[in-house]
């Protein structure tokens, strides 16, 4: 495939540096697709099932052009005529171990007519909250943010918390990270979106590499799936990726890799007071984590 843009190279590389790391872990390689897009485009999706660390996770590049439809580029805010440009990582992961946090992760360009803007971010959705766990994910892309200006990682976090929010469940989807959408393109902004691609292994691989072999319960396995029936509900109901997706006739297989392997929907669940698994409640609300001293 032929990359059009060093914005697109840059995501290329990203994935790249990312499955390599995956795969020390994972202790195999992914199944990988390419694939070409109708219209214009395509991608490389980097599928990992059922190993030691994955029980489900991908890790997408998708470069894709053409024409919106009109009725979709009336909802685009940005930007003028039907012809658009759009490419990005995203990524998924879905751990075999409760212990170890499900992670989500997209930075992306796009063009449309004479705008172009980037986006995406990153967020964490632990079943079992580690406090110094939560600390040290927002803690890197504090630091990722913070040569580009002291505000940007306290409005990217308000953002992540707003977005990733089940208003049927009225709670957070995990403890948050940082979510942006609509940032011109320019030099300075590149360079930002770069700085919070390079920080996602040094944000999530130190707590896989502390979690991973905890022991775990079938019990603690069951309330994982059941917390990741909420993440299914999410990217179903509300996730924009998922629409932007379906809506340019994007691949169905890449756009709904971000569902995991298993989930339970168990009727009117309540976990039982006092224990782990009720105090997650008390964190799936708006935090700050940067306060703690952990």
């Not at 590389?13 to 109708?38: A, V």
């Not at 190993?51 to 470069?63: H, I, M, T, W, Y």
């Not at 971010?121 to 632990?126: E, I, Q, R, V």
């Not at 319960?217 to 909420?230: A, L, M, S």
């Amino acid at each position: 495939m032929e990359i059009k843009t060093t914005q697109g190279q840059y995501f290329k590389s990203l994935q790249e540096s990312i499955t390599d790391k995956l795969n020390q872990i994972q202790g195999h390689s992914y199944q990988q697709d390419l694939w070409e897009r109708e219209g214009g485009g395509g991608g490389d999706t980097r599928v990992y099932a059922e190993g030691e660390f994955l029980e489900k996770g991908g890790v997408n590049f998708s470069q894709v052009y053409g024409q919106f439809t009109k009725e979709f580029a009336d909802k685009i805010p940005f930007g003028d005529g039907l012809d658009f440009y759009a490419t990005g990582t995203s990524l998924v992961l879905h751990p075999k171990n409760p212990f170890v946090p499900t992670v989500h992760a997209n930075f992306r360009y796009i063009q449309r007519g004479s705008a172009a803007w980037f986006g995406g971010g990153a967020d964490l959705t632990p079943t079992y909250v580690f406090e110094e766990d939560a600390v040290h994910f927002h803690k890197t892309f504090f630091d990722a943010l913070k040569p580009f200006g002291s505000e940007l990682y306290p409005k990217f976090k308000k953002e992540c918390d707003e977005y990733f929010y089940l208003p049927h469940r009225k709670e957070t989807r995990g403890i948050g990270g940082i979510f942006f959408d609509y940032q011109f393109a320019n030099e300075q902004t590149f360079e930002m979106v770069q700085s919070c691609g390079n920080a996602f292994l040094k944000s999530y691989i130190p707590i896989v590499e502390k979690r991973l072999n905890t022991p775990f319960t079938e019990d603690q396995k069951k309330f994982q799936e059941y917390r990741r029936g909420r993440y299914v509900e999410f990217n179903l109901l509300y996730d924009r990726g998922t629409t932007f997706g379906l809506k340019t006739n994007g691949r169905v297989e890449s756009i709904l890799m971000s569902l995991p392997l298993k989930a339970r929907w168990e009727y009117n669940f309540q976990a039982e007071s006092g224990t782990w698994e009720s105090k997650l409640n008390d964190y799936l609300k708006p935090r700050n984590w940067l306060a703690l001293d952990i």
